[in-house]
């Protein structure tokens, strides 16, 4: 019997630390380690009855929670496959999910089931959990996982097998179901503990959403693996989150450079302690300079790094003691982990040439669920993972972003794939084309504008998108700005000349 999957890892905590603090969340008392496992062993009995066995999709949707992790262990422990869902998707979009995983059980937070009610329709999923204590005539899941006593099943677990599925919305504009493995899981949080020292008597700050895979696989799991401490939040208050930093003597914070200028915009910052603060870590694009002066004049440093979902997400970190010398730099490749530019028909090109970032290491996922012609021209010949980013390598190794091909925006740390807009936008009455770019923010690094050409007579304008569009999309993917224009810029070919439209709109 095998049980190397992550399911595994509360079960081993709590016979080697069962007393140690594993949550502390909120105002409730601390979760021990031995109670956390608990938990999750209570959580997959009551998924057994509910008929989840091994290879079984459970979609979660909710907030950060002690929840959150019971139910992603529950469910890793049974070798089902967890599946969070962004708590920022609209109806139409967590039908799409829930459908193409197949769940058969969705466990969510109370304030959701609005949503969740929109979105039933159409799908397999069969068994509906609120979390909490739920209402007489319905229990949630505090109350039901009470009642579920009995040993959880011991099922044989692999690194091969499915620990999750995370979507990522393609360039098609539908989301992809990326398959993440127990071994991809596992990996990821080595490279974590390996690259950035995680270490047992850690405390580690979570103000990012879970149900992201990098708050997942970089944040939490390397975290628990370490047998460390994690303060969870809800979500992220700014002023809040330095007050925890000083009360629990935090020494690891992950976020995205917003995150990092609002904590340093905050009237608190100059009065917290932060002396207990080690290791800063941001993702999502570049830390700008401001915000590397502000920590820096606190005696902080960040690692910053690239990564994408189909990676797990971690792929290359850069050190802090390189931050100045490799300004720009994202840094070399994990520990296990490899990297490799190549030309157009994929020939790998000397240092400081441009081309295709590829990536190779157990960290990779083995393709997207259901999508096998997609899974297959994501992948080399010789099985490297196809970025879709462009880069160069200096001669000592460290990455370079130069370009993305896929011309994905990222605002506040979310990725907007523009075809999903331009494919709705169309939709509208009186729209007769559209091109969604990314516009640098100071405040979310980029932001959405919709460039549209219109029908004659027609009038349509930034709200009429933006009224069209809410409710279909999550809401931070709505255009900050609609510009009509007489036409866009195509190339003989008849694809927009979007690089024509960031020189013109973009600066």
């Given at each position: 019997m095998h049980r190397f999957g992550i399911g595994a890892w509360l079960?081993?905590?709590?016979?080697?630390?069962?007393?140690?603090?594993?949550?502390?969340?909120?105002?409730?008392?601390?979760?021990?380690?031995?109670?956390?496992?608990?938990?999750?062993d209570r959580i997959s009995v009551l998924l057994g009855q509910h008929g989840i066995g091994k290879g079984d999709a459970v979609a979660y949707l909710g907030e950060n929670s002690p929840e959150f992790l019971q139910v992603m262990f529950g469910v890793a422990q049974l070798g089902a496959v967890f599946v969070p869902v962004n708590t920022r998707l609209a109806p139409p979009e967590i039908a799409h999910v829930l459908a193409d995983c197949g769940a058969r059980v969705l466990i969510h937070d109370a304030e959701f089931t609005q949503r969740v009610t929109a979105a039933l329709p159409g799908t397999r999923t069969s068994h509906v959990i609120v979390t909490g204590e739920g209402v007489p005539g319905a229990p949630g899941l505090t109350r039901l996982r009470r009642t579920a006593t009995a040993q959880p099943p011991i099922v044989d677990v692999t690194h091969q097998d499915p620990a999750a599925i995370i979507y990522?919305?393609?360039?098609?504009?539908?989301?992809?179901?990326?398959?993440?493995?127990?071994?991809?899981?596992?990996?990821?949080?080595?490279?974590?503990?390996?690259?950035?020292?995680?270490?047992?008597?850690?405390?580690?700050?979570?103000?990012?959403?879970?149900?992201?895979?990098?708050?997942?696989?970089?944040?939490?799991?390397?975290?628990?693996?370490?047998?460390?401490?994690?303060?969870?939040?809800?979500?992220?208050?700014?002023?809040?989150?330095?007050?925890?930093?000083?009360?629990?003597?935090?020494?690891?914070?992950?976020?995205?450079?917003?995150?990092?200028q609002l904590m340093a915009d905050h009237p608190d910052w100059a009065s917290t302690d932060l002396s207990t603060l080690a290791k800063l870590t941001c993702g999502g694009s570049a830390v700008p300079l401001r915000i590397l002066n502000a920590y820096e004049e606190r005696g902080l440093s960040f690692s910053q790094g690239y990564g994408m979902t189909e990676a797990s997400p971690g792929v290359t970190a850069l050190a802090p003691a390189m931050t100045r010398a490799k300004q720009g730099s994202v840094g070399l490749p994990h520990f296990f982990a490899d990297v490799r530019i190549a030309d157009e028909n994929g020939v790998p090109v000397p240092a400081g040439t441009i081309g295709e970032i590829e990536i190779a290491g157990p960290n990779v996922f083995p393709g997207?669920?259901?999508?096998?012609?997609?899974?297959?021209?994501?992948?080399?010949?010789?099985?490297?993972?196809?970025s879709g980013d462009l880069?160069?390598?200096?001669?000592?190794?460290?990455?370079?972003?130069?370009?993305?091909?896929?011309?994905?925006?990222?605002?506040?740390?979310?990725?907007?794939?523009?075809?999903?807009?331009?494919?709705?936008?169309?939709?509208?009455?009186?729209?007769?084309?559209?091109?969604?770019?990314?516009?640098?923010?100071?405040?979310?690094?980029?932001?959405?504008?919709?460039?549209?050409?219109?029908r004659e007579g027609a009038a349509v304008d930034t709200e009429t998108v933006r009224e069209y569009l809410d409710g279909r999309i999550a809401r931070y993917k709505l255009p900050k700005n609609v510009i009509i224009v007489d036409e866009l810029p195509r190339t003989a070919s008849g694809k927009v000349r979007k690089a024509d439209l960031r020189a013109r709109f973009g600066a």
């Open positions: 079960s081993r905590r709590r016979l080697k630390s069962p007393d140690k603090t594993a949550l502390i969340f909120g105002d409730q008392s601390a979760i021990t380690y031995g109670q956390l496992a608990d938990d999750a990522t919305s393609g360039t098609t504009g539908r989301a992809k179901g990326a398959v993440l493995t127990h071994g991809n899981l596992t990996w990821v949080a080595l490279n974590c503990v390996v690259d950035y020292d995680v270490v047992s008597t850690d405390v580690a700050l979570m103000i990012s959403p879970l149900f992201h895979v990098a708050s997942l696989g970089m944040g939490a799991l390397p975290v628990i693996l370490k047998g460390a401490t994690i303060v969870l939040e809800k979500g992220f208050e700014p002023g809040r989150a330095l007050e925890q930093i000083q009360r629990h003597g935090v020494t690891m914070l992950s976020g995205v450079p917003t995150t990092y997207y669920h259901g999508l096998p012609e997609e899974t297959a021209a994501a992948f080399t010949a010789d099985g490297w993972f196809r880069g160069y390598l200096d001669d000592e190794g460290y990455l370079y972003i130069s370009g993305r091909i896929k011309d994905m925006i990222i605002s506040g740390g979310e990725n907007i794939y523009p075809p999903e807009l331009e494919h709705l936008i169309g939709e509208i009455d009186g729209v007769s084309g559209a091109a969604v770019i990314g516009v640098p923010d100071a405040r979310w690094g980029e932001v959405p504008w919709a460039i549209v050409t219109v």
